[in-house]
């Protein structure tokens, strides 16, 4: 490991040392149990389950009381789409999302449809946008939800999240943004016109896995979810179970952190990207996915056309690189995000992702743009399909 050259921080970041020393003392002495309240040691968990959860909602611009913890982004995206249908369904059963979802967006949407939901599923663009004018038409008097991402997990594509939530306000309906990316990359602010719910991961921003957060707007609208888990009223009663008060002090850390580096850290990892790409469009056939749209600073979708993703990861097993998103990567199917933006098959099937990070430096990058140049021209020279290409009888 520590000769790995970790370009997938999207996956899953190293733990920060910082959080990690904010955490240790959860796990030891301070180890009580947060709703023993009975107690000055339940008392002192208590104390920094809420000092965690003002450092949580300081990241975003919300209050406190509108921070619910969780055990990850995907139980928040469950817990805010079931919690949403199952509450206003008398309104209507008619959801909107986009086809580059995350796969927990998707697996929950599709798990609704077969209870009554009917959802929308928006096209994009060749960069990934969704139109906003085709957004506005969809939208129903039976809406109840928008379901839109902050940032794309395996291209960086920024969505509009101001103009969404502005039509969810527009036509008093319900927007819920799964900011599981975007969270500490760019500036995210719930405080003014923006999403009515939203998640977050820790191990997305240097914490520990196992702990994330859902944002439910409460300060100009009162918002009805409810429960997913019952048995003892934690969260206010949104997630009943004991408190993992290691893992949340860990997330409260991770976001103060990332919000004091935030305005120094994006363009340094913006720079880093750029020069990644610089470099590796060089090499012929080589396209960047979405690089028309706005994107997160660290993150780089690039096809090398005519060879396969797993082909490069293979040859260059000191650099840790993802050909999709990890909740799917061991399947074989190509990214269903990069298909929705029109690529074919084999050049989804020969896109790799680059997700840099904090702990990321330029001479990695250099070092890894000397092994990915070499391993691609050595791979296309001995590919047929390659020899066919270079002759102009393939595309």
């Not at 859902?214 to 206010?236: F, V, W």
């Not at 001479?363 to 001995?382: C, M």
Request: glycine share 8%; charged share 20%; net charge neutral.
């Amino acid at each position: 490991m520590d000769r790995l050259i970790y370009f997938d921080n999207n996956a899953t970041t190293p733990l920060d040392p910082n959080v990690l020393n904010a955490m240790m003392p959860y796990f030891t002495t301070h180890f009580a149990n947060a709703s023993s309240l009975t107690h000055r040691a339940g008392r002192l968990a208590a104390a920094a389950v809420d000092g965690a959860r003002e450092q949580v909602a300081a990241l975003v611009g919300a209050s406190a009381r509108e921070i619910t913890f969780t055990s990850g982004a995907t139980e928040a995206i469950n817990m805010a789409i079931k919690g949403v249908f199952e509450h206003y369904h008398r309104k209507g059963k008619h959801i909107i999302s986009c086809r580059t979802e995350h796969k927990a967006v998707l697996d929950t949407l599709a798990y609704l449809e077969k209870k009554g939901a009917e959802v929308t599923y928006l096209p994009t663009d060749s960069d990934g946008r969704i139109d906003l004018d085709a957004l506005d038409s969809a939208i129903r008097p039976d809406t109840i939800l928008l379901a839109l991402m902050y940032a794309n997990n395996e291209t960086g594509i920024i969505h509009p999240i101001a103009r969404i939530a502005e039509l969810s306000d527009k036509h008093q309906t319900l927007f819920f943004c799964d900011a599981t990316q975007a969270i500490g990359k760019v500036g995210v602010d719930v405080s003014g016109t923006g999403p009515d719910l939203l998640c977050l991961s820790a191990h997305k921003l240097y914490g520990p896995k196992g702990i994330g957060a859902l944002y439910i707007r409460r300060r100009s609208k009162r918002i009805q979810t409810g429960a997913l888990l019952h048995g003892g009223g934690q969260e206010n009663k949104l997630r009943a179970g004991t408190l993992n008060v290691p893992g949340i002090v860990g997330l409260g850390k991770a976001a103060e952190i990332a919000r004091q580096q935030l305005t120094e850290e994006a363009p340094r990892l913006t720079a880093l990207r750029d020069t990644l790409e610089t470099a590796l469009r060089k090499l012929p056939a080589t396209a960047i996915n979405g690089q028309g749209a706005p994107r997160l600073p660290h993150v780089s979708n690039i096809t090398f056309r005519h060879l396969r993703a797993d082909q490069i990861m293979f040859s260059v097993p000191d650099i840790a690189l993802a050909s999709g998103s990890a909740c799917v990567s061991g399947t074989r199917d190509p990214s269903h995000v990069l298909m929705a933006m029109g690529l074919s098959a084999p050049d989804a099937h020969a896109s790799l992702r680059f997700s840099l990070g904090r702990f990321n430096t330029e001479a990695e990058v250099n070092a890894a743009i000397g092994k990915l140049t070499t391993v691609v021209n050595q791979l296309r020279a001995s590919s047929p399909i390659w020899q066919l290409h270079e002759a102009g009888l393939v595309e």
